[in-house]
């Protein structure tokens, strides 16, 4: 079992991967605002409808939250009432790229696209902030329908808005904004971090060009720049906890797990309500060895919204490595309960309850897992034992044995595992089978030769050849190996903090 890497999302920050790296997303989350002030009456010598206007104010504060269900409902509202309103229409075609966007509706950006294309209509002059919608929504069609095209009419009306002499710099550094990101659609991250330069060289507090640009930078390979960008983020930004936790991912992702806690730990004090920092110290903290902490970020990541199906996964690995295997099976339980087609948190619980020497269980959680995922072998040999100490019909064993237990032609190392526990291959050979060239995976392969090694003579009543093939397993240090798991529980090697005794 492996700490896998998690996806999720968690309101206007989008998480790509854990660690989990929060984005500004959406056309205008960090950008202006429509007209604050209004004149007394519309062109047309009519009166401005005050509560048209208090109802604008309600959407766009709703907007800036990520309301943007709300957002839509106020302005079509407004809109049947005034159809012409500029304002209702930026609005409400913003709130369509976005929803649009977020559930993969290309019509509905299109139907946003046409809003931002109207209030273009209806309001021909000092109008840069209603192209915004449009640009993001273009984009975003690229992305849907896979059409690169609609991405390069974005940048093509974009660098036509730019060079216009009466666009304020303030509108022009949020359409360079948008042109990255439709260089960004189009995998040019280079073309992008220039647009994002651009655009911090007119604001120099642009928060969504600030973050993007050292993303750019890290897509075209530029570790350097992409640092130096995030230095500048948290120096032009130190209040803002959204920075810290992306600069303390790319931190984690160059291998510096101590700096990825330090800004972890800075976004939490800045916002102790960000639950996606927490995830992040979490995993950061279960990375270094530190399970103890880490179950405790994942809890109060957990308490900030619960509706996240991979930090009941990591809270339970983190339990699961510090012996709490009860707490353990808990997690991954009520994460089969909220997504029951999970292949991989039913693998997780059948770890867990082999572990806790519920054989039954964990054959059962196992063939669940492989009965979603038929590319799940590396299961046969858990569940071979599982049968074996589990105390299935000899029958019963023997025929799933020659079923996944045959000897390999090839040296296949996940067939020769499961080949070894049925005695179809010697440990001798198995450990021949390891790969020389790869260090990292040989330790790897090691462990679990050396686990279901001290599985065997446990069941042969070699108690002290068994223990000590399960500390040859600690020994490669593979943590993240559930055979290293397993060596654990077999000796019952545990500290508070989930690390090793010595």
């Known amino acids: 079992m492996t700490f896998r890497r998690l996806a999720a999302a968690l309101g206007l920050a989008a998480v790509i991967a854990a660690p989990a790296w929060a984005q500004p997303g959406g056309p205008n989350r960090f950008q202006t605002q429509p007209p604050a002030t209004r004149p007394a009456t519309t062109p047309n010598g009519r009166p401005i409808n005050e509560r048209h206007e208090r109802i604008k104010t309600e959407a766009q504060a709703a907007y800036q939250k990520g309301d943007y269900q709300h957002t839509l409902t106020l302005m079509e509202g407004v809109l049947k009432e005034a159809p012409r309103d500029d304002v209702a229409l930026y609005l409400r075609g913003s709130a369509r790229v976005e929803i649009g966007r977020r559930d993969g509706n290309a019509k509905l950006v299109r139907d946003g696209v046409a809003d931002a294309r109207q209030a273009i209509t209806v309001k021909p002059q000092d109008n840069a902030i209603y192209y915004l919608p449009y640009l993001y929504g273009m984009a975003s069609l690229a992305q849907l329908e896979q059409r690169p095209e609609h991405a390069e009419v974005a940048i093509k009306v974009g660098e036509g808005i730019v060079t216009h002499p009466s666009v304020k710099a303030e509108d022009k550094a949020n359409i360079h904004y948008q042109m990255g990101v439709a260089h960004m659609i189009l995998k040019d991250p280079a073309s992008s971090a220039k647009d994002y330069e651009q655009a911090l060289r007119m604001s120099p507090n642009h928060l969504g060009a600030l973050m993007a640009l050292a ?54 004090e800045l916002d ?11 995993f950061a903290l279960m990375t270094a060895g530190n399970l103890n902490a880490a179950e405790n970020d994942f809890t109060a990541s957990l308490n900030a919204n619960p509706n996240q199906d991979s930090v009941y996964s990591f809270r339970g690995a983190a339990r699961l490595g510090q012996g709490k295997v009860d707490s353990a099976i808990a997690d ?4 089969i309960e909220r997504s029951p087609k999970n ?5 997780d619980l059948g770890f867990a309850r082999f572990f806790a020497k519920d054989y039954k269980g964990a054959s059962q959680a196992f063939d669940q897992a492989i009965g979603l995922n038929q590319n799940m ?17 000899e029958d019963k064993v023997k025929e799933f044995g020659a079923d996944v237990g045959s000897r390999p ?23 021949s089978w390891a ?3 790869n260090p990292k995976l040989k330790q790897e392969q090691l462990c679990e030769a050396y686990y279901f090694q001290g599985l065997k003579l446990a069941q042969e009543g070699k108690q002290k050849e068994s223990e000590e093939a399960f500390e040859k397993a600690i020994a490669t240090n593979a943590r993240h190996l559930s055979s290293y798991r397993g060596s654990q529980f077999a000796l019952s090697k545990f500290s508070e903090s989930g690390k090793l005794r010595k």
């Open 215 to 268: 993303d750019a930078y890290t897509k075209a390979g530029d570790a350097a720049k992409a640092e130096n960008a995030y230095d500048r983020a948290t120096t032009a930004l130190p209040k803002n906890a959204l920075v810290f936790n992306n600069r303390g991912s790319f931190r984690q992702s160059r291998g510096d797990v101590n700096g990825a806690v330090d800004d972890f730990t800075k976004a939490i």
């Open 343 to 347: 292949s991989v948190a039913w693998s």
């Open 409 to 431: 032609k090839d040296h296949d190392w996940v067939d020769g595992l499961a080949a070894y526990a049925t005695g179809n291959l010697t440990h001798d050979e198995l450990v």
């Open 332 to 335: 991954f339980t009520q994460l």
């Open 435 to 437: 790969d020389d060239k």
């Open 272 to 282: 102790p309500t960000f639950g996606v920092a927490y995830t992040n110290r979490g």
């Open 377 to 393: 072998k590396y299961l046969n040999p858990w569940r071979y034992w599982s049968l074996t100490l589990g105390g299935a019909p």
